[in-house]
């Protein structure tokens, strides 16, 4: 992002890709600025909710913001929520960096935040899970929303997404594949 000529580099979730405008449309970034002892962080997020999120996440001792960052971006928010409800370490050790003591501990900070958040009460977070629109994974995304958030979390840019569709939708009517298909068609012009 550049901004009065200066630019700055936002560490953006790949799992949130699929929300973002066609190229040169309009965006609206929330940014988390942190400042550690060896480096300035600037994290992006998609939704005031999300930032929200991450925000309750690094307020878990010991839990850095990369690590936040990297659970939000493993793992759907509403089933983040479940799992720390149902206290299901299983589905938070599954996140690269988070061990079995790390989760316990998650588990037990958030667990009373989690559940004013599913009844739908606002906390002292300031959110709830049906502001966040999450209702249990990507059910509010077409087949293109999927395939470039898939995209996105095997790790291609904004940009090379957005070139292979671009390549596949002079092919084909991507309205009417299904997201397996689109990635397929993808993945082969890598």
């Known amino acids: 992002?550049?901004?009065?000529?200066?630019?700055?580099?936002?560490?953006?979730?790949?799992?949130?890709?699929?929300?973002l405008p066609e190229p040169g449309g309009e965006v609206t970034i929330y940014t988390q600025?942190?400042?550690?002892?060896?480096c300035f962080l600037l994290f992006g997020f998609p939704s005031?909710?999300?930032?929200?999120?991450?925000n309750t996440l690094i307020s878990v001792?010991?839990?850095?913001?990369k690590t936040a960052?990297?659970?939000?971006?493993?793992?759907p928010?509403?089933?983040?929520?479940?799992?720390?409800?149902?206290?299901?370490?299983?589905c938070l050790t599954q996140v690269s960096g988070i061990g079995s003591k790390t989760a316990r501990r998650i588990i037990l900070e958030l667990k009373d935040k989690m559940a004013k958040l599913g009844s739908g009460s606002k906390d002292g977070t300031g959110f709830s899970a049906a502001q966040a629109g999450y209702?249990?994974?990507?059910?509010?995304?077409?087949?293109?929303?999927?395939?470039?958030?898939?995209?996105?979390?095997?790790?291609?840019?904004?940009?090379?997404?957005?070139?292979?569709?671009?390549?596949?939708?002079?092919?084909?009517d991507i309205s009417k594949v299904t997201t397996e298909e689109i990635i397929k068609k993808a993945l082969k012009r890598r």
Not at 33 to 38: K, Q
Request: hydrophobic fraction near 40%; aromatic fraction near 10%.
């Open 48 to 54: 005031i909710e999300d930032k929200k999120i991450f």
């Open 33 to 38: 600025f942190l400042v550690r002892e060896d």
């Open 77 to 90: 928010i509403s089933k983040l929520i479940d799992a720390i409800l149902k206290e299901d370490e299983k």
């Open 1 to 19: 992002m550049e901004a009065a000529q200066i630019a700055y580099e936002i560490v953006f979730p790949t799992s949130a890709y699929g929300r």
């Open 61 to 65: 001792p010991s839990l850095g913001p």
């Open 135 to 172: 209702d249990g994974g990507f059910s509010g995304l077409d087949s293109l929303g999927e395939a470039k958030l898939a995209l996105g979390s095997l790790g291609f840019s904004y940009s090379e997404i957005e070139r292979m569709i671009s390549s596949i939708a002079k092919e084909i």
């Open 69 to 75: 960052y990297n659970i939000m971006n493993s793992i």
